[in-house]
């Protein structure tokens, strides 16, 4: 009898070892697929993560392409008004002799014409105060852009310059 029973618990041991091996297996199959899974979505993620991050590196690529050929265009632009300006200035003086030989010439013309209205009557005389005063300001005309032209020759303040650029900070000024 203790044989038998010997071989009852033998077989029962037996039998709770590959049943408790079975349920193992099976928990281990689970775990596998979900570290299968888990895996591929670790893959995907990875292309997902590559391909955006190459698509991000082209947008910058063409933005940083766009801002130097703005950077260029602005160069350019700023130059071609750096030598007008340039030129402007150089020919100033030739530019002030022009204006005040002219305002001249309308000081010459305004007295003629005043001394011709002394002695005109009726239409004539109207007609020549008209042009007296048209004459007078062709000449304030004459006279305001000889002086915006001596004006380029004097030096801006820099506190001015700041404000026409539009960097409106305010520094001390050195007195």
Not at 62 to 76: F, G, I, N
Not at 104 to 133: F, H, P, V, W, Y
């Amino acid at each position: 009898m203790k044989t038998l029973y010997g071989l009852i618990v033998l077989a029962a041991l037996l039998g709770g070892a590959l049943a408790g091996y079975q349920i193992g297996a099976w928990s281990l199959d689970g775990a596998r697929a979900q570290l299968a899974a888990l895996e591929e979505a670790a893959e995907q993620a990875g292309r997902t993560h590559e391909a955006m991050r190459e698509e991000l590196q082209r947008e910058l690529s063409a933005l940083k392409a766009e801002q130097e050929r703005q950077v260029a265009r602005m160069e350019q632009t700023f130059q071609a008004e750096k030598l007008a300006l340039q030129r402007s200035l150089a020919s100033s003086a030739e530019r002030i002799s022009a204006v005040e030989s002219r305002r001249q010439q309308i000081d010459s013309e305004l007295s003629r014409t005043r001394m011709a209205r002394q002695t005109a009557a009726g239409e004539l005389e109207a007609e020549l105060q008209k042009k007296e005063q048209e004459l007078r300001t062709l000449r304030d005309e004459l006279e305001n852009e000889r002086a915006g032209l001596a004006c380029l020759s004097i030096a801006v303040p820099e506190d001015e310059i700041r404000i026409l650029n539009g960097n409106h900070t305010q520094q001390a000024r050195i007195p």
